[in-house]
């Protein structure tokens, strides 16, 4: 069944569907497809009515890192299906044909949210990450002293807001290369305005920043600090926005944001005492394996080579044997067996390129076996400890 991009007549039925998956109203909806190329939404047409969408899902291009290096990746966004239509597969149709065109695009990865496991999982994602939501009592935060250096931000400053989440974003498996749709939602989202603030170092230059807004979830009532990000390069550069934000104190309760378990500003917390109200786990998918493998950085002393025996169900002509030579941080891909082998399906794959799971622990859940040396080689090549990104999407 062919995918249609829609035409602006049919934005009004498209938000329809959004309303009536995700909440809120058709206004609400409209709102969120504005941000939306119409060149990167996707609809199915109802059989009978060639003009009247009954599933959709929005294309997301950006990038995601992993060894240190950004891979490009299109993300996927809003799927859904009209309630009068679901039970026909059409998400998975849906789905099923974005990777497919991802693929024959060449683009190397996507990644996605997932209501549902089980949906995603027909299409070849797996789970890869986990994204979560902190809250920390602001009293937490006493003691760390007076930030001196911190600076209000405009739009002026993006160039190097941006070179300053690159440089903190590079380190971490997982988190994402930002194009446009996600940078909007920095500075604002779902009608709500972040408010930048920036900490220099002894050079002026933007050594880490945040984004926050101030909010009363009731009223009368404290106000809660809601940070929609939070970057930095430095510990000096940590430890400034903490106390920054130990200011709010007086009038604050608690500091939320979006993390994983690895997000500096947690080990930079005077005790390690913050609540996870909230954890996601997104999914990844390599939709052109060998650019996959390709794209992403390995560790630099590493000089291996392996081969992954990939079976991917979806798109049979990338299965097959390709061998990875990793040599200075890179790998060069052919598509020929040499060395001992990894055998995995698509989802299997995913865990393992993005570190959730080493290879010998995607082993003992059946996701991949193989010789005892390429479980090794594979293990030091992926390695990654726990991906995580700070953006929902």
């Known amino acids: 069944m062919p995918l249609a991009t829609p035409a602006p007549h049919h934005l009004p039925a498209l938000a329809r569907l ?37 599933a959709t899902l ?9 060894g240190g290096r950004p891979v490009p990746m299109t993300g996927i966004a809003g799927v859904a299906v009209a309630p009068e239509a679901r039970g026909r597969g059409l ?49 937490r935060l006493a003691g760390l002293g007076k930030s001196r250096r911190v600076v209000a931000l405009t739009e002026a400053d993006q160039d190097r807001i941006a070179a300053t989440y690159r440089a903190f974003a590079a380190p971490h498996a997982g988190m994402l290369d930002r194009g446009p749709y996600i940078w909007r939602r920095v500075r604002e989202l779902r009608g709500s305005a972040y408010e930048g603030f920036g900490v220099l170092d002894d050079s002026d ?39 920054f934000l130990a200011d709010f104190e007086t009038t604050g309760s608690d500091l939320t944001f979006y ?4 997000h500096p500003a947690l080990a930079l917390l005077p005790q390690q005492r913050y609540t996870v109200t909230s954890k996601d786990t997104w999914m990844l998918r ?50 020929r067996a040499a060395g001992p082998v990894l055998r995995c399906g698509e989802r299997g794959l995913a865990a393992i390129y993005s570190g959730l799971y080493t290879p010998r622990q995607a082993a003992q859940i059946g996701w ?21 990104m700070a953006d929902l999407f």
């Open 259 to 262: 993390a994983g378990p690895h």
């Open 205 to 243: 230059a933007l050594a880490g920043y945040l984004f926050l807004r101030m909010h009363r979830p009731q009223n009368p009532g404290p106000s809660e600090i809601a940070l929609q990000d939070f970057a930095f390069t430095s510990p000096a550069a940590g430890r400034a926005l903490l106390a």
């Open 368 to 388: 991949c076996d193989g010789d005892p040396e390429a479980l090794d080689a594979a293990q030091l090549a992926f390695t990654a400890g726990s991906p995580w």
């Open 18 to 54: 959004i309303a009536l998956a995700f909440g809120g109203t058709a206004d609400d909806g409209l709102a969120w497809l504005k941000n939306i190329p119409p060149s990167d939404l996707r609809f199915i047409a109802d059989a009978d009515a060639p003009q009247a969408p009954v």
């Open 58 to 66: 929005a294309l997301v291009p950006m990038g995601q890192y992993f």
């Open 91 to 139: 998400a998975r149709t849906l789905m099923n044909q974005c990777v497919r065109d991802l693929h024959d695009q060449g683009v190397p990865l996507s990644s996605l949210f997932p209501s549902t496991q089980a949906l995603y999982r027909q299409s070849g994602y797996e789970q890869a990450g986990t994204t979560w939501h902190v809250r920390v009592p602001l009293a």
């Open 286 to 335: 390599l939709t052109h394996a060998a650019a996959a493998l390709e794209a992403r950085g390995y560790p630099a002393p590493l000089s291996t080579r392996f081969t992954i025996d990939l079976a991917d169900s979806l798109i049979p002509e990338q299965s097959g044997p390709l061998a990875l030579e990793i040599e200075a941080g890179r790998a060069r891909v052919q598509r």
